[in-house]
């Protein structure tokens, strides 16, 4: 995909080593350089690093906006990274379900994302992989997970277990199970089987673990912890070697995961709205007390630099810091040290924000637009003459 010819962005104030400064740089060949370039003045704007999302399922809306009205897997993979874009998402882990639950959230509609996002990424706008939230109760499909994860190059995988949640459901709140069942385009008792065949599975599970853990240490996969529901459980994961907790879902699960040197994820929404959406620990709490490394989208993209900005307004951090959430640390933690900061040599992925609006007007991702609006779209192209850009 072409990118854009060498241009030295200036005027805009520029986060670069924590702090924001008053700086120009270069975007040539795909990276950032401090070379000379023809100049295009951007005074007004934030130039901050594009947003490393680990974690979102945002996906599944754009693919099956209802139920019973699915759209094929690649015009929702179009529609996503659209959506991502649009909210300075340069790099996007599309969390997709390998559970019992079936529907968009079993194996087969999982094998089926690989195979079409594997064929959708060499155009894609911008860098999107998945992330496999793995139900630990599933020993049958152990085999077939990780051939399909080693196929598709899937380099980070996270463990769920939402069995319990879900037997609690079915004993005292079985409307919640069928209306849970139909929201998912299933039968009541498909669901119902799959619980009852992950509840035989028990003793399994932790054999299942181990054995998953040995195959993904051997190939350099990333895993991680979702939904620890206590200390204890954070502590089982930590000592497979899961040393990313994702939404902890109390504070002891938190405070045990930084105890250990562990990273803590959390999800913007939950920043953005003052809370959990599901009632468990708020976001903003952890983040004032430094138990939260990372927020990721969730299941709205739009939240990832709205809880930057929020976090700064509180006083909670500085921008820069806030900012770092969502781009330098998710980079940091699954080791993409071609990305999240803007450094010469580095991957051209940035946004520019207006500052009176906050407003994202462009993304960039490996130098390619991949979004683009408002007042930064005039004047980019006002510079295509000196750039010697073609219209389409």
Not at 51 to 74: N, Q, T, W
Not at 195 to 214: D, G, H, K, S, T
Not at 292 to 311: F, G, K
Not at 361 to 370: L, P
Request: net charge negative.
């Amino acid at each position: 995909m072409a990118t854009l010819p060498p241009l030295r962005l200036t005027g805009a104030t520029l986060l670069r080593d924590g702090a924001l400064h008053r700086e120009a740089v270069t975007v040539a060949d795909g990276v950032f350089s401090d070379t000379p370039a023809p100049e295009c003045d951007f005074s007004g704007y934030l130039l901050l690093p594009g947003i490393v999302d680990l974690h979102g399922d945002a996906f599944e809306r754009h693919i099956a906006p209802r139920p019973s009205a699915p759209f094929p897997i690649e015009s929702g993979l179009r529609a996503t990274q659209r959506d991502a874009a649009a909210h300075g998402v340069t790099t996007a882990w599309l969390a997709q379900g390998w559970s019992w639950e079936g529907g968009m959230r079993g194996p087969d509609f999982a094998e089926a994302l690989m195979f079409e996002l594997e064929a959708f990424r060499p155009g894609a706008l911008i860098d999107m992989r998945i992330q496999i939230r793995l139900e630990t109760h599933m020993p049958e499909t152990r085999d077939r997970l990780i051939a399909a994860v080693l196929r598709h190059g899937v380099g980070y995988v996270v463990f769920n277990n939402h069995l319990p949640e879900t037997l609690v459901m079915a004993a005292r709140a079985p409307h919640k199970l069928a209306a849970w069942a139909e929201r998912e385009g299933r039968s009541l008792e498909a669901l119902r089987q799959g619980m009852e065949q992950a509840r035989a599975a028990e003793a399994q599970v932790p054999r299942n673990l181990l054995r998953l853990v040995e195959a993904f240490d051997r190939h350099g996969i990333v895993y991680a912890s979702h939904d620890d529901p206590d200390g204890e459980a954070r502590e089982r994961f930590r000592i497979l070697g899961a040393h990313i907790a994702e939404f902890p879902a109390a504070f002891s699960a938190a405070a045990v995961a930084k105890a250990t040197g562990d990273a803590v994820i959390m999800g913007a929404p939950n920043v953005v709205r003052g809370g959990s959406q599901a009632g468990r620990v708020p976001a903003i709490s952890l983040i004032a007390k430094d138990q939260c490394d990372v927020l990721v989208s969730d299941y709205h993209y739009r939240s990832l630099a709205e809880a930057a900005w929020t976090i700064a307004d509180l006083g909670v951090r500085s921008l820069p810091r806030a900012w770092a959430m969502i781009s330098t640390s998710p980079a940091r933690l699954l080791k993409l040290d071609d990305r999240g900061e803007i450094a010469p040599g580095k991957r051209a992925d940035f946004v520019l924000v207006n500052e009176a609006s906050r407003t994202i007007e462009a993304t960039i991702s490996a130098g390619r637009i991949a979004h683009l609006s408002g007042e930064a779209a005039l004047r980019l192209l006002d510079m295509r003459p000196a750039l010697g850009m073609a219209a389409e």
